[in-house]
């Protein structure tokens, strides 16, 4: 178990700990963790993660739930950030998601295609942006060349930079997958290396052992894994993230072990808003409870 | 069933919102829809579509018709809009086509190069421009490269943003086919996800549903299918195409079903001129009774 | 049998007129018709194509024979235009080949890549630009992307744009070849459709049926074909080329029949110069009397 | 044996000279020559080299590590440059390395994608760049490519351009391999014919012999070996990298006939870390040793 | 046997004149004939070119040795340019290798990608670029992408563009390989089509005549070939390279044949400095004796 590092430590510039700060230290619990509520399935995956609760459908429902249910920011593509966010724009931080694709083609030589720039979320209104790299995938050239950009792009206008840093690809998946400690703690160690200043992961499985480096099969909890995470990603902040929905007791868990190891909170979307508003909020609550245990200094 | 957003909802600039007013209220019905002559066939497909009524091989012909005829707009390429809007400039809206390909070449990765500019239509007094994004295609990282292009320029120079959303592409074909409700209520939800105005869709087949994906496997009801992609396509304007020369009471039940839906209007082209004229103008009318029952407010 | 377009209703903006109407009214006939030289083949071909006449390797005896022959302009590359135009600049006109290529690779994907500007037309003193477009090929996204820059560059520069426009690669050689009435129709339509002011053909063969689309497996004449193809240009100009050497009276009956259909003239290459001099003008004063017969008003 | 070229000699311009200067004559042992803390295995391999020694996965310490043993510079990716410089700015030289990537995709087309630039070296004050050249790659085209522009800039800025030159792809696989002298000497060769200042080589191995070039396959001892890799850089400075922890005999041995060949100096990572504070910096004391031996003049 | 065309012929601008003036009429035999010392061998084939003659390794020798030899000029790349001309800057033309590759990969789709600029040639005083274009090279497409900017920039920067004109790939070798008439004589032509001021060609093998187009299929004597390939280049000056060492006899056949069939010159590398210095500079004179019996005018 570690220390959250304290933003003054990031070697932040005066533009992105302006928007960190305010992310963290006026929305939400205003204590320094986040919770966040991401809302770009509807391109990743298609409308149909709206059918189990198809109000989720209107983009409108879910500014509203983020409003209401005190997050420290939404993460939505161009599109809807241009329809949706002016009837609400200042209430809850905006996070615009530059870069994203449809689950069609295969995702063999997985890429995420930029659509808005770092410009876009600045005349928007927005307190940061938020860019996929498929880590390891075999079109890694091609991600980190437009990821140079926006890094660039990020730095030079003071905009927070968050990275959806997610193992993909052919040759991932013949290294154990996607989703075990090896994957996700090479993609945190790659996103700190590269420079972002958050880094959103999913949480790792230390029991998924077969075909990864030998390093990492050894007996480790899920505690030692999301702890080892955390510690790759240094000064980058760590988010964990929802993934498709499970039972509470589960997400609550795996919450708070995040938390424990110095995460700076939390990142989920279909978890929250894959069930009724009322019952929606109640679960945020109970996420933010045990933030609530874990304040920065 | 559903209401039309209302222009004041969908978060437009200054240009975009002039330009669509002007289309959707001083052209045509003058009530809030719209019915478009699309004329880019002999580019995708040859002069082969103009051998049911050879007339319609020529553009002045084609630009006659929708000024007779009252359309909102007329859709061409830009040599095409260069040659022969001149003569009847301001009578019709003109909507600049950007992109296009010959389907001579195979369509397994699908990619539609853009051969004009934003800047293009400003000059010809274009009120919009359209873009074929070919949802789902294995070429969508290069696709969405060049839309992110088109977008950020229509939204500098206030040009409204019309989106041919196709399904297209070996992996869609593998996954139902780029008719079925799943593959257009996706290719919906992209263009609004993407940042469209308009979007161009082709009416779903709910009764195609081997091998979509299994949220879309149920039964649902020509009706229940158009009104789940309006609703996926939540502030962007929805079209409906009309495809193949199709029996005229099918089309006009389509249109209805789209109009009931909340759609914006009807984009019918080889529909309509792929017969004599006068015949063309009669079959138009009928489409613009239905448009007539369901202004906007 | 149609009217060729008058200058006045192609909507050229002014230096594009300026041009052309030097080109037709102040050179060769200065009837509205033209006859160009196309000297690309060393290029495209290699020096084989000069072993029927070895004089014909030599660039300036190519030029002088333009300038005795009455030709509206000389068609080639950016490398003979800088050593040998110099010498009889303005005496005729210059159209500047902008891409071409070896026959040493496939053409299974043909691309005929770009080595020179419109800026380097203007700087050379050239009244046109020539662009080889391969219509079908598997190429033609990257065809159209370096056509687009050509025909931007071409307007803002009032250069008027010549495309050869050229069925090639696999998918056509699928479809029947790039020779039959379909592909040169098709070929003819997507330059008009993208905005090329003169287009050049190769000359149709209606009787090569099998494979192509069902439109044009009816039976026409060459008249018929090629009437259909100048009514696919419809206000793009259209230039039959000579191809590969072949019979005097052939050559005759082509031209006869293109510009009886309302095409504007010729562009025959090797048919002039793989013979003697006084040979190659000889032959050129026999297809300008048929030019001489269809004036434009 | 033979000596190393002197600074003045090296055709540097003079912000290159200021800042090799600084690097070689005011820092580490301040006598021309140089002993380097690389620091990219994060990126280059993952969290799993620091599994030896877990303190190591503290960007923080290792930083305090190149300042208390006196190195000549540190070479880190532009994450860790920015989170963790900021603390030490000034104390030890800044290598900011442009280019990295995961081992997690084949390397049979191997190559290193930039992800920084040199302006951003400029503005952390970094006195050097760092750039992966995969020598004999299949991707050779693009590397070359993001090289010449590194290249260009850090002449146009004034900062030392140090190369990893590193034979890498299925091409000298089927070579003899990466590491052989063939492989090795003409990797020094590109390196300076390409312009580098620097060049990290690693030590080459003449006992492989097998399928390499001919003139390769004569007895060399390692003195050679190294003797002509040196030789082959000419006026390029030589580094020898340590590549995976090994015995400190085999690395003193190394660093010997590396200093007395005429090389500049080293460049060993995991061989210095991957172990205890106390002990990393006892070895380190060794290698000094060799390299006080050796003074420029 | 044809005349050497004269520089006032060549339609050269006012810089490319000036500075060819200064190659062929201050240095080497100052009659407008041309010796050129040509050092990248160490690129692409790697240090093994040096083993016959090991101090031919240093670039220091092989300066010296183009002053002493009374040479034309010496072409290298931006590497050695930068760090060994500054010595001798001056006292013999610099021509900067603007391209180059390795050995390594395979050369079935050859191209040599650039890594220095004209720019960067005027910035240290050179007199020429050099550019390797791969005939027929299945990359022909970003060959002539990126030719056609080295092209622009040395007309803009009035610099002379020497091209390397080489038959490469798997094409030519199913067409009879790199070395016919036919691959050198189309070569050649290329060259001079595309705005090439200056050609360096192989020899051309009249004998090899299986797979190459049937009009090369004949009986052609090595001066025949050679006149054809001069004849081909027209206003573009023709150089013969000397490739792999051989005997001196069959050199100074090969240079007095191509300099009696109206070529500029020679450019040896391998057979002047693959033997010892003095034996080198005797093998220039008896070169020289050869071009100084046919001066340009």
């Known amino acids: 178990m570690q220390t959250r590092p304290p933003l003054g430590e990031l070697g932040l510039n005066s ?40 109000q989720a459908s209107d983009p409108a429902y879910i500014v509203r739930l983020a409003v209401t ?49 770092v410009e876009d979320a600045v005349r928007l209104g927005a307190d940061a942006v938020g860019y996929t790299l498929y880590v390891g995938s075999p079109a890694q050239e091609r991600d980190f060349a437009q990821y140079r950009q926006i890094r660039a792009d990020a730095h030079r206008l003071g905009m927070p930079l968050i990275v959806w840093a997610y193992p993909r690809g ?11 400690f090896y994957a996700v703690d090479y993609a945190a160690r790659v996103a700190s290396e590269l420079g972002a200043d958050v880094v959103k992961v999913n949480f790792p499985h230390p029991e998924k052992t077969s075909d990864v480096k030998s ?21 980058t902040l760590v988010l964990v993230s929802g993934g498709e929905k499970a039972g509470d007791d589960a997400m609550l868990t795996k919450a708070r072990l995040a938390i424990e190891a110095g995460g ?27 933030l609530a245990q874990h304040p920065s200094e």
């Open 69 to 117: 249910g005190g997050f420290n920011g939404i993460a939505v593509q161009i599109g809807l950030a241009e329809k949706f966010y002016w009837d609400y724009a200042g209430e809850v931080p905006l996070i615009l998601k530059l870069n994203g694709k449809t689950d069609i083609p295969s995702d063999a030589e997985a890429l995420s295609p930029v659509h808005a720039s």
């Open 264 to 290: 700076l909170g939390l990142i989920y979307g279909r978890n929250v808003w894959q069930r009724g508003y009322d019952e929606s909020l109640r679960f945020v609550d109970a996420l933010k409870e045990i």
């Open 170 to 180: 052919a040759a991932i998946e013949a290294k154990g997958g996607k989703d075990s």
């Open 215 to 235: 390093a990492y099969r050894a007996e480790f909890s899920p505690a030692q894994a999301i702890d080892g995470v955390v510690r790759s990603a240094n000064r």
């Open 15 to 54: 533009g992105k700990k302006t928007r960190l700060r305010r992310i963290l230290f006026r929305h939400g619990l205003k204590n320094g963790t986040a919770i966040f509520l991401p809302y770009d399935q509807g391109l990743e995956h298609g409308p149909r993660d709206f059918f189990a609760n198809p």
